[in-house]
């Protein structure tokens, strides 16, 4: 299975500062001959079903603020909040959808410093 | 306004059996791969189950493999997990969630349906 590990495990961050995660799959998810990382980025708020921020590791969802963006290829992959907001309280998970087992990282809780 | 409602969990017995349904709307149900993934409240996202738009390819994460069953109705627009001879560590909130062709990653998500498992 590919295992994917999640840092740092939380993180605060004052409001209107950059917050970034970190997200390390123990194999390469890039399909080279289409050039896409099967990385996706969600959002969940306490009691809240998780949201969908990011695919294909830097592709934005609908609706999601630009303030949100991510990158990295291969094994290494960033999500970034340019400008924290108070609604931006939340776990943040990544997840491989390469091969099955889909699996997510552990989370990375976000508080406001 | 898309939907994705589950429904079907409970308390159970060790041993015991339950199905879960997702009933959804707002999309067109058969365009769509769909999802089961569980979380134990307080804890991390696990995925649990996938299945292709025609039923002719379903998936499943290791530990539930032999005992969960995944299926969907497109004529009710609803997906189902059956689940047999449950254990303890299957207690967790169950989510059905949704996915493009060609790409599973998580588009949308229901609000989830308990299942506890406990004597």
């Known amino acids: 299975d590919i295992v994917v590990t999640q840092s740092p495990d939380s993180l605060a961050v004052s409001l209107g500062e950059r917050a970034t995660f970190n997200c390390k799959s123990s194999?390469?998810?890039?399909?080279?001959?289409?050039?896409?990382?099967?990385l996706a980025w969600y959002q969940q708020k306490p009691g809240q079903p998780p949201k969908l921020l990011i695919y294909?590791?830097?592709t934005r969802a609908s609706g999601v603020p630009d303030r949100f963006s991510g990158s990295g290829s291969g094994t290494d992959f960033t999500l970034t909040i340019s400008s924290l907001q108070a609604e931006d309280v939340a776990v943040y998970f990544c997840?491989?959808?390469?091969?099955?087992?889909?699996?997510f990282g552990q989370g990375s809780k976000l508080e406001i410093k | 306004e898309v939907q994705l409602v589950e429904s079907g969990g409970g308390l159970v017995q060790p041993g015991g059996s339950l199905r879960l349904s997702c009933e959804t709307s707002?999309?067109?149900?058969?365009?769509?791969?769909m999802h089961w993934v569980r979380q134990v409240p307080g804890k991390g996202l696990v995925w649990v189950s996938r299945?292709?738009?025609?039923?002719?390819?379903?998936d499943y994460e290791d530990s539930v493999k032999g005992r969960f069953t995944i299926s969907r109705d497109n004529a009710k627009n609803t997906l189902y997990l059956q689940m047999n001879s449950l254990r303890a560590e299957d207690t967790a909130f169950y989510y059905c969630?949704?996915?493009?062709?060609?790409?599973?990653?998580?588009?949308?998500w229901g609000q989830g349906t308990l299942v506890n498992v406990s004597s």
């Open positions: 969630a949704r996915a493009l062709v060609g790409g599973n990653y998580l588009l949308s």
């Open positions: 707002g999309f067109i149900f058969s365009n769509y791969w």
């Open positions: 299945i292709n738009v025609d039923e002719t390819s379903t």
């Open positions: 194999q390469n998810i890039l399909y080279s001959s289409i050039n896409k990382n099967y």
């Open positions: 294909w590791a830097s």
């Open positions: 997840q491989q959808y390469f091969r099955t087992p889909y699996t």
